[in-house]
């Protein structure tokens, strides 16, 4: 027996009308449970944000008012500093102000000793003129025995000497001083007045060491010339006199270029000009 073709059309109407039916009906239900999970974020991000909103108008009066009182300290304690940073330039200039006082004062004083010493020495040779002049009016030789024979000069030069590396600068002064003043022909006359001079430097009477150092170069031919050079230097810049000690240096380096003392002079000169 042949089914109606209406038959038919009815089973599959009814078929694609459940299918679809079940499959929305999923479908809806999946829609429903994902909206109530955004809506359930939703509300927690708005409990938050409420939360945020009451704690800033609880928290935000203090905050305004520490963050004020910070900015108050900050600037008193800017300007605490300012006015102590402000006494400590005074304070540097004063002592750079000093500084150049002392400096100035050791020059000057300094000029002053050489002066002084100038000034002994024509005493002594006018001294020295009128004795002579006092024994040829009475009668009486003018030129007397040496205080010291060869022999003697030697053995009082090495005593002296040896007094100077005990460190008995004294009684070292004593000794040279008489070998100076006796014999300046010697031929140990030179350094007699050198060693003198290092009595005083080791006794740090820088000014008076200064002044023997410079004696040195009146004796022709000496070989100690380039050593008293070296130590006017170093006794300047004991003193502080820096631009004196660069002139010393730099002229043992002009007038000394073979000098033992050559390298260590240099090395002296570029350290002052560096600091």
Do not use: H
């Amino acid at each position: 027996m042949k089914k109606c073709p209406i038959y038919f059309l009815f089973c599959l109407i009814i078929v694609f009308t459940l299918i679809p039916s079940s499959a929305f009906g999923q479908q809806q239900k999946n829609y429903d449970k994902e909206l109530r999970r955004l809506n359930a974020k939703i509300d927690r991000v708005r409990v938050l944000v409420d939360s945020l909103e009451f704690n800033d108008q609880l928290l935000l009066p203090e905050l305004m008012a520490a963050f004020k009182q910070a900015v108050k300290s900050k600037t008193q304690q800017d300007s605490i500093t300012l006015v102590i940073m402000k006494r400590i330039n005074t304070l540097s200039n004063k002592i750079a102000m000093l500084g150049n006082q002392a400096r100035f004062m050791d020059s000057t004083a300094l000029e002053i000793y050489n002066k002084l010493v100038m000034v002994e020495n024509k005493i002594v040779t006018l001294t020295s003129s009128y004795n002579e002049m006092a024994k040829l009016k009475s009668g009486m030789p003018v030129s007397s025995e040496p205080k010291f024979n060869a022999a003697k000069y030697k053995q009082t030069y090495m005593e002296s000497l040896g007094y100077f590396q005990n460190e008995e600068y004294d009684d070292a002064i004593v000794g040279f001083k008489d070998l100076v003043s006796s014999d300046a022909t010697n031929e140990l006359a030179d350094n007699s007045q050198y060693w003198l001079a290092e009595c005083y430097y080791s006794k740090k009477n820088f000014k008076r060491a200064i002044g023997e150092f410079e004696k040195v170069f009146n004796f022709a031919g000496t070989d100690k010339d380039d050593d008293a050079q070296l130590k006017l230097g170093l006794a300047y810049q004991s003193m502080g006199n820096i631009e004196k000690a660069r002139e010393e240096f730099q002229r043992l380096i002009d007038y000394f270029p073979g000098s033992e003392y050559y390298p260590k002079a240099k090395e002296a000169l570029k350290k002052l000009f560096i600091d």
